[in-house]
C-alpha cells in the first residue's frame, strides 16, 4: 500500500530534521515506536520504521518543497512489492492525517 496525503497548508521554513522529531513524538504519544532506518549499501531508504498497533510503516520525510529522488521512488516501489507501506510526508498536518489513518482513536489524556 503506497501512502501519500497531499498537504493543505504549508509550515513555513520547518526544516525536514523538525517534522521528523514531530512524527517521532507523535507516535511515541500512541504508544508506538519511531526508529531511524538505515539501511548500508542500499540508497533511498525511507527515514524512519514506525511501530504502531502490532503493524509496521515506512515513512519518508520532505520538507514542503522537498522530492523524491528516483532511487527514492524506486525503493518505495521494491518495499511496497513485499506488502510494506510507505508514507511520504512533509509536514505537521499531513503527519496528524496520516497517524488518523493509522490509528484512528485518540489516547485518553493527551491532546492528539
Known amino acids: 500500500m ?3 496525503i497531499l498537504a493543505t497548508r504549508q509550515h513555513g521554513n520547518k526544516m525536514e530534521k523538525d ?3 514531530y512524527l517521532k513524538r507523535r507516535v511515541e504519544a500512541y504508544g508506538g515506536a519511531c526508529i ?10 525511507p527515514d524512519r520504521i ?7 510503516f ?3 520525510m520532505k520538507t514542503p518543497a522537498g522530492r523524491l529522488s528516483k532511487v527514492q521512488i524506486s525503493y518505495h516501489k521494491f518495499l511496497r512489492r513485499f506488502g ?18 493509522i490509528q484512528p482513536t485518540r489516547l ?3 491532546r492528539y
Not at 37 to 44: E, I, N
Not at 50 to 56: E, K, P
Open 2 to 4: 503506497y501512502v501519500k
Open 19 to 21: 517534522i521528523e522529531a
Open 36 to 45: 531511524k532506518f538505515v539501511s548500508p549499501g542500499m540508497k533511498g531508504a
Open 50 to 56: 514506525v511501530f504502531l498497533n502490532d503493524r509496521l
Open 58 to 60: 515506512f515513512v519518508e
Open 84 to 101: 510494506y507501506t510507505v508514507a511520504v510526508l512533509n509536514s505537521t498536518e499531513q503527519i496528524n492525517n496520516f497517524l488518523d489513518v
Open 108 to 110: 485518553p489524556g493527551t
